[in-house]
């Protein structure tokens, strides 16, 4: 009799331990939410060419936008779009979204100089 007690105990405790793990699991996105990080450009970059490219990782995020456009993320969370920059300050905006309708927004300020030959 006291065997079947022990089974039952560790069936148990497996049992809660299964439970807990999995509830830690599903829930680690909501507790970090979604992040970003740009890796090119840098804010307060200055250059002479129009055409630059806007890359970095997200972290807990389902919907990626820059500049309000939708941008495809990578199964490891890497992002790359091409934008061409209006000569002067331009401001680039990022925003993404987790499961939980979290946002995280962050902008990238650029300047465009003109080239005079």
């Known amino acids: ?9 560790v069936v148990g405790g497996l049992g809660v331990a299964l439970i807990v793990g999995y509830s830690f699991f599903v829930l680690i996105d909501f507790v970090y939410g979604p992040r970003i990080i740009i890796s090119n450009p840098l804010n307060g ?3 002479t060419t129009p055409a630059i490219i806007v890359q970095g990782r997200v972290i807990h995020t389902n919907n990626l936008s820059i500049n309000d ?9 890497n992002f790359h779009s091409r934008l061409i920059l209006a000569p002067g300050y331009n ?10 309708e979290r946002v995280v927004k962050k902008t990238i300020e650029m300047v465009l100089v003109e080239s005079r030959i």
């Not at 009799?1 to 105990?9: N, Q, S």
């Not at 401001?91 to 939980?100: C, L, Q, R, S």
């Open 45 to 47: 970059y200055s250059t």
């Open 69 to 77: 456009a939708q941008t495809a993320v990578d199964l490891d969370g």
């Open 91 to 100: 401001i680039i905006k990022v925003t993404a979204k987790d499961n939980y």
């Open 1 to 9: 009799m006291e065997g079947r007690k022990i089974i039952k105990w």
